[in-house]
């Protein structure tokens, strides 16, 4: 059993009952320690409730991103079929997600929406729309859909605009051989940049493909995912981290690169296997000090790793350690709020989506602590699956502190290219429902919760702003 320093606080300072001989006073006082010590939580629990009021947490303006949107979503009839078809293959698909994950089902189109609802900024914003619709075919400004799958948001605060860097997976999906996963060639890594996080402008494929150099890192036929891109205040320059491997998946490398400007063009580095470790599913994250992180999943998916750039940000620095040992977590977000670290992962099960889960850590480096699952509305197994998508990032909404947006992707391995974006609203407030058992019943961690909508808008007025 392990027991934070805040609550040891308490204990050492008032349970100093040693001297007196007597078995009566030793209860005595163990007893007014335990009141003392549940005084001083209380007290301390509400000292965080009222920083994190100050702090805007439970501003009225989050209030209609905190509602409970449910989903009651009807399981299509059992198809008609042969008696042939029957006898060869007799189980129909039966689970929201057998539905989810064939191309052919009836409710499809609950998942994967067509072109006619896509949300379009041009049209729409004239309308003051500024709507997410998770799952809805989104369009740039020129009219396209937006290609930054597996992606992550960098805001430049040179520019005061945002850019969307993510996978661009524009190409026919198909298997490299019979027990390859779906994939697309790589042809680049796509940016976008917005001044609002709706309107995005398709600022072209900032890292392409390589067409002929077979032996090259980014040939076509390799893997190029969940490229993500930080600024280095010292050296000035943009610095892209991506995972690179090869076909089947065995090289399991982390790739940089490097340009003067957020919209590129990027100069392919160097990829290399961080601290002589796998590295898959990636993300970096920059802390307020300036120093940024490489957070990878190794030892063949079962743990992740975490461990300081240097101060160019091109390379790792030799100190490195392990988080969630034998947990199986991938595609890691990372995020910061009131001077506590914060994480979403998934499982891992290829393209098929699984259940989040959140967790947290006092240092950086660990120990880091699971939480459990932060979805919250929808059904149940929209819960289970985080809505039927994978994380890939968490982004800090300007001036709500406590409020972020949660960047997920809603895979189609049918078609990659038509993958979907789920955005939703993340909070970060109140107490953790369930306390770890370490720490005697009383939560550590502030409550992390991703809130279901079909429909939603940040709640900021972006036209008085722009
Ligand atoms: C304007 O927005 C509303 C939703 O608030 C929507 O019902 C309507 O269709 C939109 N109009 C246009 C022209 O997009
Ligand atoms: C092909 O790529 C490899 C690896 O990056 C490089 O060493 C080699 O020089 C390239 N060959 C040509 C012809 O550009
Ligand atoms: C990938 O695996 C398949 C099947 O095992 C094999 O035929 C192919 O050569 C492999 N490709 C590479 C690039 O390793």
Excluded at 91 to 106: A, G
């Amino acid at each position: 059993m392990r027991i934070k320093n805040k609550y040891k606080k308490p204990t050492a300072l008032g349970c100093n009952a040693g001297s007196r001989s007597s078995l009566a006073v030793v209860l005595w006082s163990l007893v007014g320690c335990l009141i003392f010590l549940h005084l001083f939580t209380l007290v301390h629990h509400t000292d965080v409730q009222n920083k994190e009021m100050h702090m805007g947490i439970h501003h009225p303006l989050l209030l209609q991103l905190e509602e409970v949107e449910e989903e009651n979503i009807q399981m299509p009839p059992p198809r008609k079929r042969s008696p042939r078809a029957v006898k060869r293959k007799p189980k129909r698909p039966t689970t929201l997600i057998d539905e989810f994950l064939d191309e052919s089902s009836q409710i499809r189109h609950i998942f994967f929406p067509g072109m006619k609802t896509a949300i379009d900024p041009m049209k729409d914003a004239g309308n003051n729309s500024f709507y997410y619709y998770p799952g809805k075919i989104w369009l740039d400004t020129d009219g396209n859909p937006i290609q930054a799958h597996g992606g992550g948001i960098l805001y430049d605060d040179r520019s005061r605009t945002y850019y969307w860097y993510g996978e661009y997976k524009d190409g026919p999906t198909y298997h490299a051989h019979k027990k390859g996963a779906a994939r697309v060639d790589i042809i680049g890594v796509g940016c976008y940049s917005s001044k609002d996080l709706w309107t995005w402008k398709n600022e072209g494929i900032v890292l392409a493909a390589e067409e002929k150099n077979e032996t090259h890192d980014l040939h076509k036929s390799n893997v190029l995912e969940r490229p993500k891109v930080i600024y280095n205040d010292k050296t000035g320059k943009y610095v892209m981290w991506m995972h690179i491997d090869d076909v089947n998946y065995t090289k399991a490398l982390v790739g940089v690169a490097v340009s003067d400007y957020p919209t590129g063009p990027f100069d392919y580095l160097y990829s290399k296997r961080p601290h002589g470790f796998e590295s898959r599913d990636m993300t970096i994250f920059k802390d307020d000090n300036g120093v940024a992180y490489l957070i990878y999943s190794s030892e063949d998916n079962s743990e992740l790793h975490i461990g300081p750039l240097n101060g160019d940000y091109l390379d790792v620095t030799s100190e490195v350690s392990r988080m969630l040992a034998g947990q199986h977590r991938e595609a890691p977000a990372l995020f910061k709020h009131g001077g506590t670290y914060y994480m979403i992962t998934s499982g891992c099960t290829g393209w098929a989506p699984n259940e989040a889960l959140v967790h947290a850590a006092e240092s950086i480096l660990g120990p880091w602590e699971t939480m459990g699952n932060p979805c919250i509305g929808g059904n149940k197994i929209f819960r289970q699956t985080t809505f039927f998508a994978q994380s890939t990032f968490v982004l800090p909404l300007p001036n709500l502190p406590g409020s972020f947006i949660f960047v997920a992707d809603r895979w189609n391995p049918a078609d990659l290219r038509d993958s979907r974006y789920v955005w939703l609203p993340l909070i970060v407030g109140g107490a953790a429902d369930q306390p770890l058992e370490y720490n005697f019943g009383f939560p550590l961690w502030s409550r992390v919760s991703i809130y279901w909508h079909k429909r939603w808008r940040v709640p900021y007025r972006w036209s008085d702003k722009y």
